[in-house]
C-alpha cells in the first residue's frame, strides 16, 4: 500500500493513503541498519509503501519514495546526527518575532540557505504585530527591507487584530506548506485563526526567559479546508547548516549569487581574499553587515541559538 505520512510521534507514524484511509505504522529494523545518520530515517511529508500486519490494523513501512526535496537541520549544535524537518515541501514559512521572543537574523538566515539549498521557496512571517512599539516597527521595517530587497515576500501579521491574516491563508492555498520557527511566535495560533477546527493548542511565552514554550510536540500535516496542506512543526532552538562545504554557502545568498563570477580568485570564500566583489559589495551597501555577518558566522561553523 502506498501513503504519506502525516505524523510522526518518534517510533510510530501516521501514513494517510489516497483514498484518505488512515493507519498507525512503524518501520522495518532494516532502516536503522542502513547507515542513516538522521535521528527520524522517516518524516512527515514522505510518500511510502507499507505492508498491514496481524489483525489490528497497523502497518509497517518497508519502503521510502525519493523525496523531491527536505529541510534539514543538525539535531543540536554537539551531535552529529541531523535532523529531517519535513520533505516533499512546496514552500516554507518561517515565522519570526522581534518581541517576546526575539529571532535573530542569524537564526533567519541559516533556515533561508538550507531552503534555497534544498530549492524550496521561503516566505517570512513577521508575527505579533499587536505587540510592536514605535522603536522596534523602525528596526523590523528595516529588517524587512533587506530581505525584500533580495526578493524575499514578507508579511506582518497580528491573531489578536486580524492583520495580514487573510493574506496568510491565501499564501497556504493548494501548496504543501512547512510552518517553521522558535516556540512561542505564534504558529499554532496562526493556523487556528485560519482553520479554527484543529483547535491546536497554545501557550504564553516565559516572562523570565522571554522563551516559548513547546505546544507542538511531534510534527503534523493538516489538510486545509482551502486546499493543500500544513505541516506544523515543534519550535526550533538553534539551526545548525549540514552538508553545505565553504565554497558552497554564497550560491545560496542570493545577493552574493551573482557576483561570484566577480571574484578574482575561482575559489574565494569572500573572507580576506584580494579583488573579492562581494566583499565591495559589502563595502558600498549593495549587501546587508547583517547578511555578510551571517555568512561569516555560518562559514566558520557557529550555531544561532536564538
Known amino acids: 500500500m502506498r501513503g504519506r505520512v502525516i505524523k510522526s510521534t518518534g517510533s510510530w507514524y501516521q501514513v494517510c493513503t489516497t483514498e ?57 549544535n554537539l551531535s552529529k546526527q541531523t535532523h529531517i524537518i519535513a520533505s516533499n515541501i512546496d514552500q516554507a514559512i518561517l515565522v519570526v518575532s522581534l518581541v517576546s521572543p526575539r529571532t535573530s537574523t542569524g537564526f533567519i538566515d541559516r533556515f533561508l540557505l538550507t531552503s534555497a539549498a534544498y530549492h524550496i521557496p521561503c516566505v517570512l512571517v513577521f508575527n505579533k504585530q499587536d505587540l510592536m512599539n514605535e522603536a522596534f516597527e523602525a528596526i523590523q521595517d528595516e529588517i524587512i527591507g533587506v530581505y525584500e530587497k533580495i526578493g524575499y515576500r514578507c508579511l506582518k501579521t497580528s491573531v489578536k487584530n ?122 558600498n551597501g549593495e549587501i546587508a553587515q547583517s547578511r555578510y555577518h551571517s555568512y561569516l558566522s555560518i562559514l566558520q561553523n557557529e550555531d544561532i541559538y536564538e
Open 162 to 283: 486580524g492583520l495580514g491574516m487573510e493574506e496568510f491563508k491565501q499564501l497556504l492555498n493548494n501548496k504543501t506548506n512547512l510552518l517553521s520557527g522558535h516556540s512561542g511566535v505564534g504558529k499554532s495560533s496562526l493556523i487556528n485563526a485560519i482553520e479554527p477546527t484543529l483547535n491546536l493548542k497554545t501557550a504564553i511565552v516565559s516572562s523570565a526567559s522571554n522563551k516559548g514554550q513547546h505546544t507542538t510536540t511531534f510534527a503534523e500535516m493538516h489538510a486545509l479546508s482551502t486546499g493543500g496542506f500544513l505541516i506544523d512543526t515543534p519550535g526550533i532552538r538553534e539551526f545548525g547548516v549540514v552538508d553545505i562545504s565553504s565554497q558552497e554557502i554564497s550560491h545560496f545568498f542570493k545577493e552574493m549569487k551573482g557576483l561570484i563570477g566577480s571574484c578574482k580568485f575561482n575559489n574565494c570564500i569572500h573572507l580576506n581574499e584580494p579583488g573579492c566583489a562581494v566583499m565591495a559589495a559589502v563595502g
Open 20 to 76: 484518505g484511509v488512515i493507519f498507525s505504522c512503524r518501520i522495518k529494523g532494516k532502516f536503522r541498519l542502513n547507515g542513516i545518520k538522521h535521528t527520524n530515517p522517516v518524516t512527515v511529508g514522505d510518500w511510502v509503501n507499507f505492508e498491514l500486519e496481524g489483525n489490528e490494523g497497523n502497518g509497517v513501512i518497508d519502503a521510502i519514495e525519493t523525496r523531491h526535496n527536505y529541510i534539514i537541520r543538525k539535531s543540536n
